[in-house]
């Protein structure tokens, strides 16, 4: 079993940064993939970003390329996601996972921490 929480959500102007954090308990991530996602209202929940086991391969989606960063911190079994030149479009509840299967779906997810930019 794998606990992941996250935090470093809040409210934040556009253009301003936020560091979302996701601890993780049980397990050792450095076996994991760790994915961030986000649901904005009345949207689906969506890929943002991932680091995959071993953490040298990363992958964001398009909209973000450029202004997050997903880094990992063994030593604290944590996986940050920084992010930069927040838009309003950002807003959502911003969730990560962790999985050892080729997706995401199946593995372990944190109950989210909510991210708000104002225009």
């Known amino acids: 079993q794998v606990q992941l929480l996250e935090s470093g959500g809040g409210l934040v102007q556009a253009g301003g940064s936020l560091r979302l954090s996701c601890s993780a308990s049980?397990?050792?991530?450095?076996?994991?993939?760790v994915g961030w996602f986000r649901q904005a209202p009345g949207k689906e929940r969506e890929f943002v970003a991932d680091?995959?086991?071993?953490?040298?391969?990363?992958h964001y989606t398009n909209s973000v390329k450029g202004r997050f960063t997903i880094s990992r911190d063994n030593a604290k079994n944590t996986v940050y996601l920084q992010m930069n030149s927040l838009k309003p479009e950002d807003t959502a509840v911003y969730y990560c996972?962790?999985?050892?299967?080729?997706?995401?779906?199946?593995?372990?997810w944190g109950q989210g921490t909510q991210v708000t930019v104002s225009s």
């Open positions: 049980g397990r050792t991530l450095t076996n994991y993939h």
């Open positions: 680091t995959r086991s071993g953490g040298f391969t990363t």
């Open positions: 996972a962790a999985t050892q299967l080729s997706e995401f779906s199946g593995g372990y």
